[in-house]
């Protein structure tokens, strides 16, 4: 019987794979995490979660979406984990391991391990992120690893939240799962003197998948927000683990601002609301006032601000601002030039053209914006086209603005920004 997720009746096999893919993007960090724990190689984990998806893409058309699809391939996995650790001649260490003391010949209690798998599942996401940023890795890896185990991540998508190309992403991946297998990497938390040295990578990490989770790079949804609650979930578990850690609460805090637009970001159709368009009065006072007192104790904890905490305090200023036009932009980009002085970034360098542009004007937002063209990162960047096309309309550079709009257009895979680009395009009078 189906569950919860429509089957459309004029193509039931390509529906299915799509409530397939996803039900794997919500449970793909729970189900790799749970394994890691009884396999304790998080590289088999993620086969063992991959083998229940390829199982569930031959079943589900057949059988129908069940009614818990996340439980249904936890199970599905478990079972394969069993019989690996059958295989393996290591059911007895396993089951010690999980508290059982068995007498020799006693018959398995496979229930035990359902509990020992649905325990403590914060924990173990929680393990997972830290074994994927162990120092073992390049930051890059780390980085790559955690997108794929926590946020379900294809590797396409993984190579364009990095804007590399997508063999790179694919090497990083298969190099690092080798690495942490050949270097016997343990599934656990570090201790509290190992802490700091991973945290960078691990914040890093969890602020790429929200950003997947605000702005999908590819597809037909303009947002994912199961990602974006991850994200902050992760966030504030970290939060409680390291108080005393100041970018910790500015990630949180950025991340807390910029969810509180979610419900505003989309029209009544569901199609996609730009930030300057958006009904400030649907944005969540709940989250913006979290935000803010995080973003105050990230402020109290350090001298100096790091990179979450600054983009958090530009995101206040949108926060604050009751209208568009209350927004002060003149504070923005100054937050942006400390931001790009102290953390270069050509993303950073976009995003300070932008607030230039509107602070002074934009002639001055595109005399930053155009050297950016030569920047190789942002050669497929369709954002960097999008800006230098509104700035060039605002200019009434027409003609030049409508080509950087079709250009954006081109290079986004989202299918919802395609239609954004393309609407500012067929919008720009002739010059």
């Not at 804007?163 to 090497?171: F, K, M, R, V």
């Not at 902050?232 to 970290?238: D, K, T, W």
């Amino acid at each position: 019987m189906v569950g919860s997720v429509a089957v459309t009746a004029t193509d039931p096999t390509r529906a299915t794979h799509r409530a397939v893919e996803a039900v794997w993007r919500i449970e793909a960090g729970r189900l790799i995490a749970g394994l890691a724990r009884l396999v304790r190689d998080v590289g088999q984990a993620e086969e063992l979660a991959q083998d229940a998806l390829v199982i569930a893409l031959e079943q589900w058309p057949r059988d129908g979406v069940p009614e818990r699809p996340g439980a249904w391939l936890m199970a599905t996995a478990k079972h394969r984990a069993v019989d690996l650790l059958r295989r393996q001649s290591r059911y007895q260490e396993k089951v010690a391991e999980i508290g059982r003391d068995l007498e020799v010949g006693q018959a398995w209690a496979e229930p035990d391990l359902d509990d020992a798998l649905d325990d403590h599942i914060g924990d173990d996401l929680l393990r997972l992120i830290f074994t994927a940023c162990h120092p073992v890795l390049s930051p890059e890896s780390r980085v790559a690893l955690t997108l794929r185990f926590l946020g379900g991540l294809s590797t396409d998508e993984i190579a364009r939240a990095f804007l590399i190309p997508e063999p790179t992403a694919a090497q990083r991946l298969v190099r690092a799962k080798r690495t942490l297998a050949a270097r016997k990497v343990e599934f656990e938390l570090p201790a509290p003197a190992e802490l700091a040295e991973r945290l960078d990578s691990v914040l890093e990490a969890i602020f790429l998948i929200f950003n997947e989770g605000y702005a999908a790079s590819a597809g037909e949804d303009w947002m994912r927000p199961a990602l974006c609650e991850e994200a902050l979930r992760l966030g504030r578990i970290l939060a409680g683990l390291t108080p005393q850690q100041a970018e910790v609460h500015g990630l949180v805090a950025l991340m807390e601002i910029q969810a509180s637009r979610t419900y505003a970001r989309s029209g009544p159709d569901g199609e996609p609301v730009l930030l300057m368009d958006q009904d400030r009065r649907r944005w969540d006072r709940l989250l913006i006032r979290r935000g803010l007192q995080a973003l105050q104790r990230a402020e109290s904890l350090a001298d100096m601000p790091g990179p979450y905490t600054l983009q958090a305090a530009i995101a206040a200023c949108h926060a604050r601002a009751a209208t568009p036009e209350d927004t002060d932009w003149a504070l923005i980009a100054a937050l942006y030039q400390v931001l790009v002085h102290r953390w270069p970034s050509p993303v950073a360098q976009l995003n300070r053209a932008v607030a230039v542009g509107m602070a002074d004007g934009p002639a001055a937002g595109l005399a930053i914006a155009d050297p950016l063209t030569l920047e190789p990162a942002l050669a497929s960047y369709p954002m960097l086209a999008a800006v230098r096309g509104d700035l060039l309309a605002r200019l009434g550079r027409n003609d030049e603005a409508r080509r950087q709009f079709q250009r954006a257009a081109e290079l986004t895979r989202n299918q919802q920004e395609q239609a954004i680009f393309r609407n500012r395009a067929d919008r720009i009078p002739p010059a």
